[in-house]
């Protein structure tokens, strides 16, 4: 058991208050209390596999990718209160529905029509044509390619872990083609620690070294995050302009690239449902971010090399899933 002490304000008191008076009556409740209307809020929650499961049997609105608290507001009141309601609507009729609350919601309507269709469907759906070169063009003549994650502390704004999986491109005439059907074979993990004492010159420094080693390889990366961090330290450390070009050109967020192309029948676009939804299994059951800060916050205060090694797998996994992801969207160009 770990004890921490607070300090109750007068405001935290009150809420504190309020929280037991009304934790009070739901426990006289007889049946359930309803999922929260914004249920980005169950993230932390303890009961989120079990409401997770109740909110897509019941085509709770909040399964629709891009529907929070307010939205859903605005379709209760158009009469829309699931799922399968949404994808039955005209998207026309809904926009102007909307229209009324602001552009931005008259402008999302269609698209949150779309998503409910194919959510309901089961399908992932194409957006435009198949032509040029896909969604990955930068892997058609690279002789391998780097999956990069950072792990990080957002209230220390420290990005502790910097973690690559580097893998090579198979030999012409392999039956899988030019890259692993599953990266289980010839890819190599490499995480690279930052410690906050050590500067982020001597940082730099090692990851230029890295990246060095491999010129000519893409950095594929999930969201945004990594691209911001690498070349904001890259500025911080005198690279100079073309260097910064360089190192934009290797940057590929995967996850872009997938919300270009296609539309999913996911909740979520992040990397935990995409690949989830892929059939791609982290091998740290139920480890999510939050998780995996905790260790780090641990380590440092208790030190414990399986801790260490719990943040590395998760790193590393999390590298493999964006993997599973960028193979997928290959697979699907004719
Ligand atoms: S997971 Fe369930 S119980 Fe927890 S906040 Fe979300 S809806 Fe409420």
């Not at 309803?34 to 019941?58: F, H, I, N, S, T």
């Not at 990266?183 to 995480?191: I, K, S, V």
């Not at 270009?260 to 935990?272: E, F, I």
Request: aromatic share 6%; charged share 25%; net charge positive.
């Amino acid at each position: 058991m770990q004890r921490e002490r607070l300090t109750l304000s007068h405001g935290l008191q009150g809420q504190l208050d309020e929280a037991l008076s009304r934790l009070a009556s739901d426990l006289e409740r007889r049946d359930p209390l309803p999922l929260v209307a914004d249920r980005r809020k169950c993230v932390l929650c303890g009961w989120r596999g079990l409401c997770d499961r109740e909110a897509a049997q019941q085509g709770h609105l909040s399964e629709v990718s891009g529907i929070g608290g307010k939205r859903r507001e605005l379709l209760l009141e158009q009469g829309i209160a699931s799922l399968p309601q949404l994808a039955a609507t005209d998207p026309e009729r809904l926009a102007e529905a909307l229209a009324v609350h602001g552009d931005q919601h008259r402008d999302i309507a269609a698209e949150l029509v779309a998503q409910a269709r194919v959510q309901a469907s089961g399908r992932p759906e194409r957006l435009g044509p198949a032509a040029g070169d896909g969604p990955l063009p930068e892997l058609a003549t690279a002789p391998g390619l780097l999956l990069y994650d950072i792990e990080s502390d957002p209230d220390a704004r420290d990005d502790f872990l910097h973690g690559f999986v580097m893998l090579p491109g198979l030999p012409s005439g392999h039956p899988d083609g030019p890259w692993p059907r599953r990266p289980d074979a010839g890819w190599r993990y490499q995480p690279l620690l930052a410690m906050q004492e050590h500067g982020q010159a001597r940082l730099w420094s090692r990851l230029s070294r890295l990246l060095g080693r491999y010129p000519a390889w893409p950095l594929l990366h999930y969201g945004e995050t990594e691209a911001i961090a690498l070349l904001r330290l890259a500025r911080r450390q005198g690279a100079t302009e073309s260097e910064l070009q360089q190192l934009k050109a290797r940057l590929v967020d995967v996850h872009a690239r997938l919300r270009a192309h296609w539309r999913l029948p996911v909740n979520s676009y992040g990397l935990k449902a995409v690949a989830g939804w892929l059939g791609f299994r982290w091998s740290q059951p139920g480890v999510d971010g939050a998780r995996c800060l905790l260790w780090w916050r641990q380590w440092r205060r208790d030190g414990g090399v399986s801790r260490l090694r719990r943040i590395f797998t998760y790193n590393r996994d999390d590298n493999l899933a964006t993997w599973a992801v960028a193979r997928w969207l290959l697979d699907q160009e004719p």
